[in-house]
């Protein structure tokens, strides 16, 4: 018999992964502060819960998938949380990209109480998360996930067991240093080249056909030519996890030097109130700076 799964963080990830959930065949019960979300999943199908302790004491599983680290810690272990809901058996699993020291602690903290916890960040934006395919970086127990891991091939392609609880998260920071990079670079290549006359979509195609091809350029390159900024992923949670990332690195001790600069960009666009933009629109920064359209059109 199938478990029966708590969803908490209907936002643009929570909301496709929790209808891949019914889609896959599990009874869901769902939980957002925003009854807006909410009601979208109750209408798949979903059962509506009241609250994060409501939602666990109607589980076998919890999954939360919320913006921040503080906001995990509340649904977790504040009031009316998952742990007013504890018990030997629960199993929780936290899909947010959170600090990993986070992390760490409430697993901790649930443990004490009965709770196996896993943090298993993901990676594929709303593309990965409305088609089942993301990259999902496990922390915790492995025979725990071996255990759930049915649940999680309903979320995605790419299941990664990284290490003891909170290394999901780490290796998440590592991801999003590489994504931020990606972004910047090829904003900086359709900036420079725009200056100087060259159609972006000619930039795009050739270097799409050549070593410098990426994900991030197949999936964004397109849209961002067009100007199309509606979010997959928001700008303002990529700076959220470029401040995970130089802060994980001061507590290693690690000298950073080019997340500090992308952290700097994505600062900017968020101060320039373009937060809730796909993170692809860094290039509308390097673009206001340069004095330049490196579009064809804009959507903005």
Do not use: W
């Not at 998952?82 to 899909?95: S, V």
């Not at 255990?147 to 003891?164: A, D, M, N, Q, W």
């Amino acid at each position: 018999m199938k478990q029966k799964i708590g969803f908490i963080g209907l936002g643009i990830m929570g909301q496709h992964m929790s209808a891949n959930l019914l889609k896959a065949g599990y009874k869901v019960v769902v939980y957002d502060i925003l009854t807006g979300n909410l009601e979208k999943i109750v209408a798949l199908g979903a059962e509506a819960g009241k609250s994060a302790a409501d939602v666990a004491r109607r589980s076998d599983l919890v999954i939360s998938m919320v913006p921040d680290s503080p906001d995990v810690e509340q649904v977790a272990l504040g009031k009316d949380g998952i742990i007013e809901a504890a018990r030997p058996g629960l199993i929780y699993i936290d899909m947010s990209s959170i600090l990993p020291g986070v992390a760490s602690k409430v697993a901790e903290t649930l443990s004490a109480r009965g709770v196996r916890c896993l943090d298993a960040p993901v990676s594929g934006g709303e593309t990965g998360a409305q088609n089942a395919t993301l990259s999902i970086m496990v922390g915790g127990a492995i025979e725990l996930l071996e255990e759930v891991r049915p649940v999680l091939e309903s979320l995605g392609k790419t299941i990664t067991h990284c290490g003891g609880n909170g290394t999901g998260q780490t290796v998440k920071a590592c991801n999003q240093i590489q994504v931020a990079m990606n972004f910047i670079g090829m904003a900086e290549a359709f900036v420079l080249g725009a200056k100087a006359g060259v159609d972006p979509a000619v930039i795009l195609k050739v270097l799409s056909g050549g070593y410098a091809q990426t994900r991030v350029m197949d999936v964004r390159g397109p849209r961002l030519i067009q100007g199309d900024f509606a979010p997959g992923f928001k700008s303002k949670f990529h700076l959220k996890d470029l401040n995970i990332i130089l802060e994980t690195a001061r507590t290693l001790n690690v000298p950073l030097q080019a997340a500090p600069i992308a952290y700097a960009l994505y600062q900017k666009l968020v101060e320039a109130g373009r937060g809730d933009l796909d993170h692809s629109a860094v290039i509308t920064i390097l673009e206001d700076m340069a004095g330049v359209q490196a579009r064809t059109h804009s959507k903005e």
